[in-house]
């Protein structure tokens, strides 16, 4: 199942992301869809390494955290990153325009994988969830893509 999801995230989700309308509105939560483009362009910074933020889970409760991250349980609807990470209301934008943005996503998933490719043991901080290695990075990925494609009405295989 692993290989599936990076196939998935290497060579399906970018083109599945260019299916998006920006003027289609959300099924829930507040960004539009570029404003998702650009947060999953910075998740996937932070599991490169090139974004970093401190932990905000006590370290008594990583254990149930990991448990849900490694299972095939998705994120609900309007799940929300700890208030100390996002801010409730969505950042401004960062981009010119959409394509402008996928193709910072595109830039930002490849250098993902460059990352873990020259350090295989090579473990980055999440700020929730805790170190990951490069498969659980990979299994977190794919739950929060697909749960952003899911909200603006993307169907995923």
């Keep these: 199942m692993t290989e599936e999801k990076i196939q998935f995230l290497q060579n399906d989700y970018l083109g599945l992301v260019r299916k998006i309308d920006p003027a289609v509105t959300a099924l829930w939560g507040k960004m539009n869809a570029q404003q998702m483009v650009e947060h999953v362009t910075a998740f996937f910074k932070i599991s490169s390494g090139r974004l970093v933020f401190p932990l905000v889970t006590p370290s008594d409760q990583l254990a149930r955290y990991r448990e849900f991250l490694m299972s095939e349980k998705p994120f609900r609807e309007n799940t929300r ?77």
Excluded at 137 to 157: D, E, G, I, S
């Design 81 to 157: 990153a700890p208030a100390s990470i996002l801010p409730d209301e969505p950042l401004p934008l960062r981009n010119a325009s959409m394509e402008a943005a996928i193709q910072g996503l595109d830039k930002s998933v490849a250098e993902f994988f460059a990352c873990f490719k020259e350090d295989a043991g090579k473990k980055t901080l999440h700020p929730v969830f805790g170190e990951l290695n490069f498969l659980e990075w990979v299994q977190l990925h794919h739950k929060h893509v697909t749960h952003h494609l899911r909200q603006f009405a993307v169907p995923v295989l």
